[in-house]
């Protein structure tokens, strides 16, 4: 037995969570925080049966895309601001984070 954890963007969260849900495969979703752009995420977690593993994974990464974002840098800690001109940059967003872990016991009540 395996947990899969996902963490996608939420713009990818509705397609993948349907996808999920039409390959007979069953999830949690948590609403989660990145740490660099600040943005919502979707977290899911999947226990799957080990030879199952590449099949929930080609659905994930069919519905999770990676796009172009332009965002705003935060402005410098300390030192001097008058100078700092913050201009947007171009960060890529989106796709999926997947980890996959051996379980060791599983429980279902």
């Given amino acids: 037995m395996k947990m ?3 963490v996608v963007q939420d713009k990818d969260s509705n397609r993948l969570s349907n996808a999920l849900i039409q390959a007979g495969f ?3 979703k948590l609403a989660s925080t990145g740490g ?3 943005a919502g995420n ?3 977690l999947i226990g799957i049966e080990e030879d199952r593993v590449p099949e929930v994974l080609n659905v994930i990464r069919s519905n999770c895309k990676v796009r172009d974002q332009l965002v705003t ?4 800690m300390g030192g001097t601001t008058e100078s700092y001109i913050p201009f947007p940059v171009e960060v890529q967003v989106g796709g999926a984070t997947v980890f996959v872990l051996p379980v060791e016991q599983f429980e279902h009540f």
């Fill in 26 to 28: 069953r999830s949690t």
């Fill in 4 to 6: 899969v954890i996902a």
């Fill in 36 to 38: 660099f752009l600040k």
């Fill in 42 to 44: 979707t977290t899911f």
């Fill in 73 to 76: 840098p935060v402005s410098p």
